[in-house]
């Protein structure tokens, strides 16, 4: 019996001994186990936009303190669509931005006018976009050249996470999805200037953006997106700059911009009571995507009607809603993109 036990402390030394040694630093065993990759993932970002006074606000913001989008793509809105694709050439080329221009979709679904008149100037930049243009090279071969939705979302579809961010009306969205229905599965998050809960701009509840075109919001609202929306409600509230606070800013960089706020001030004194400021919507859902934290987000389950009025319903798509914004976070964030 003593002879077993001392075998078996003996092997149970060999093989504590063994096991010791697997794991010393100067082992030549070598082992056939292929080496652990690391997962990489793409995102990017895409700008739907529809330049505009308030459109040319949130491009300062991406290019001047956010970082630029990966794709900025056009839409009929504020102006016609030859306009705001002009446009949006024309702020890239101002701001030096690099992003990846395409044009997207030109009218309503139910082709009807979409048009806001004079409020943006008569060309949508404060009535300086020829002169813009001409300082600053933008052709017409140039915007010819701009990609199309095709190209849009072939790219989209080779990324692991795309965020967008629409501010006119959703026309491109809807028919991205619509045509491409792949990409739906490759964005994650959708941030949307448009509608109103109980604040309105136009005829039947609604406002402008989701006036334009009301079948594209029922599409995009319906959808599997995972949607995020900045209403009149805050926008109206949140989105304003007062004359004092523009008449403060340095602009010697950008002189320009002095233009654009000035236009969307006039306009605003022009044709809504007791205005005292400009109201750049569309800077709301870019912050938001910059700094999450600055923002109250409550969830409706909401369904849109032909014409683009929103509203809670039992059987409704669970929509993010937005409804504050820390005070003078967009103030701020101008002048700082403005140094």
């Given at each position: ?90 702020m890239a080329k101002f701001l030096g931005m690099n992003s990846i221009l ?83 599965s490759h964005i994650k998050n959708v941030y949307i200037m448009g509608g ?62 002095k233009n654009i706020l000035l236009q969307n001030y006039a306009s605003n ?71």
């Amino acid at each position: 019996m003593k002879k077993n036990v001392l075998f078996f402390i003996a092997s149970l030394s060999v093989a504590l001994s063994s096991c010791g040694n697997k794991g010393a630093s100067n082992s030549t065993e070598t082992t056939n186990e292929a080496p652990v990759e690391a997962v990489q993932t793409t995102s990017a970002t895409v700008f739907d936009c529809d330049p505009g006074t308030d459109d040319a606000c949130a491009f300062l913001l991406f290019a001047k303190t956010i970082g630029e989008p990966d794709y900025m793509i056009s839409t009929f809105g504020n102006m016609p669509f030859k306009y705001t694709t002009r446009n949006m050439n024309i702020m890239a080329k101002f701001l030096g931005m690099n992003s990846i221009l395409c044009q997207g979709i030109g009218e309503p679904s139910d082709h009807h006018e979409v048009t806001c008149g004079d409020f943006h100037g008569t060309d949508g930049l404060a009535g300086i976009a020829d002169e813009m243009a001409a300082k600053y090279g933008v052709t017409d071969s140039m915007v010819a050249s701009n990609k199309d939705l095709a190209y849009l979302a072939s790219e989209i579809n080779q990324k692991d996470s795309v965020t967008y961010i629409a501010v006119g009306p959703l026309s491109t969205l809807a028919n991205l999805i619509t045509k491409y229905p792949e990409t739906l599965s490759h964005i994650k998050n959708v941030y949307i200037m448009g509608g109103g809960i109980t604040h309105f701009n136009k005829e039947g509840q609604t406002e402008y953006n989701f006036a334009g075109d009301g079948p594209a919001v029922q599409t995009v609202l319906s959808s599997s997106l995972d949607i995020t929306i900045f209403p009149l409600d805050i926008t109206e509230v949140y989105a304003g700059i007062a004359k004092t606070e523009i008449d403060s800013m340095d602009f010697s960089k950008y002189p320009e911009m002095k233009n654009i706020l000035l236009q969307n001030y006039a306009s605003n004194v022009k044709y809504t009571k007791d205005a005292t400021g400009c109201v750049i919507h569309d800077c709301l859902p870019v912050l938001y995507y910059y700094d999450k934290s600055k923002f109250t987000v409550k969830d409706y389950k909401l369904v849109a009607n032909s014409i683009g009025h929103i509203e809670e319903a039992a059987d409704g798509k669970l929509i993010h809603v937005a409804m504050e914004m820390e005070k003078d976070f967009l103030v701020n964030s101008i002048k700082e993109s403005l140094k």
